[in-house]
């Protein structure tokens, strides 16, 4: 591909992006001069692409909506991103796999052969996500979230009446599509799986969205995963003194907490989980001595366990001689 129809390419894709652009925005961001991009529009409009001026002080073009666009042109970045993602449609958990497969082959057919055999060398194994959410379901939420319209639908238990929720968001979360919506029976926040749900039409009136309790939609659905209500946090967080290495074990601490290295034998951890002995269960999972250093609820959490543990084991007759091993 010619540096001009590379140029080109590049000045679709900006305009694809955002319909409006500054004339001398396009002109820094392809690192040229406004005539060549006057130049290169013209071009565009000659191959079909319906390219408005756009007045005013700045000045600048405008990709109109609802044009009859030309075949499919897609630069190397692009090519290989539809690749990826269309491949990657099954780990999704969207029931659109037939789909997806059936639009790869597709758009292969119009890319030149250089691209197809780019595209044509990016193949992967994935796992497939077993929970399915019917396209059909998905458009429907998305659709009431844009118009801030009360969707009902039915959630699990058939013999219950429709729920009334005010949706606000669509989020997907480790391998699961949710709604968060205001439950209007519950007068409360809830987040719904997209796969148990059953949209019911006709939809309820519009709403005013309310403020969410949260920065935004994926901030309170991690926080509620976490016990919390609404920072990405968990609601204990504790510290304690590990003897491993530290390189041996920030690896599985991950997002969950910290490792300072101490000496080469030993590290402090700090990590949370839901409940303190769930911090206790975190670090006895690395089969190491530790010493825990607080706060005061984990310290108690701690003799509280280990007074458990002492209690569950059974008790050791050393009268009894024990029989060799053969």
């Not at 010619?2 to 002109?27: E, H, I, K, N, Y």
């Not at 897609?74 to 990826?84: L, Y």
């Not at 997209?194 to 939609?217: C, E, K, M, N, S």
């Not at 084991?313 to 009268?319: F, H, L, Y």
Request: proline share 9%; glycine share 8%; with cysteine.
């Amino acid at each position: 591909m010619t540096g001009s129809s590379s140029r080109m390419l590049a000045l679709l894709s900006l305009l694809q992006m955002r319909r409006d652009r500054p004339g001398a925005v396009l002109a820094e961001r392809l690192e040229v001069t406004p005539r060549t991009v006057r130049r290169d529009v013209d071009r565009l409009r000659e191959l079909g692409y319906r390219i408005t001026a756009v007045k005013g002080p700045d000045g600048g073009y405008r990709l109109d909506a609802g044009s009859e666009l030309p075949p499919l042109l897609f630069d190397d970045a692009q090519a290989v991103a539809i690749a990826v993602a269309l491949q990657s449609v099954p780990a999704s958990g969207i029931d659109i796999d037939e789909g997806a497969a059936r639009a790869l082959a597709t758009v292969r057919q119009v890319m030149p052969s250089r691209l197809r055999h780019r595209v044509d060398g990016i193949r992967f194994a994935g796992v497939e996500n077993p929970t399915r959410v019917d396209p059909g379901v998905l458009e429907t939420v998305s659709a009431a979230v844009r118009d801030r319209v009360v969707l009902r639908f039915d959630y699990g238990d058939a013999d219950r009446p429709a729920r009334r929720a005010e949706p606000h968001a669509v989020v997907a979360r480790e391998g699961r599509w949710y709604l968060l919506a205001w439950d209007l029976d519950a007068d409360d926040w809830r987040t719904f799986r997209l796969d148990r749900l059953v949209p019911r039409v006709p939809h309820g009136p519009a709403f005013t969205p309310r403020p969410l309790p949260a920065a935004d939609a994926q901030t309170y659905l991690a926080a509620r995963a976490k016990g919390s209500d609404a920072e990405d946090r968990w609601p204990c967080v504790g510290e304690v003194v590990l003897q491993l290495p530290a390189p041996d074990v920030a690896p599985w601490v991950g997002a969950d907490g910290t490792v300072e290295p101490l000496d080469d034998d030993s590290c402090r951890v700090t990590i949370g989980s839901w409940s303190w002995v769930g911090v206790l269960a975190a670090v006895a999972r690395f089969d190491a001595d530790f010493t825990v250093v607080g706060p005061e609820p984990l310290v108690e959490a701690a003799r509280a366990l280990a007074g458990r543990f002492a209690a569950a084991s059974p008790p050791v007759d050393w009268t009894t001689p024990r029989r060799p091993l053969p």
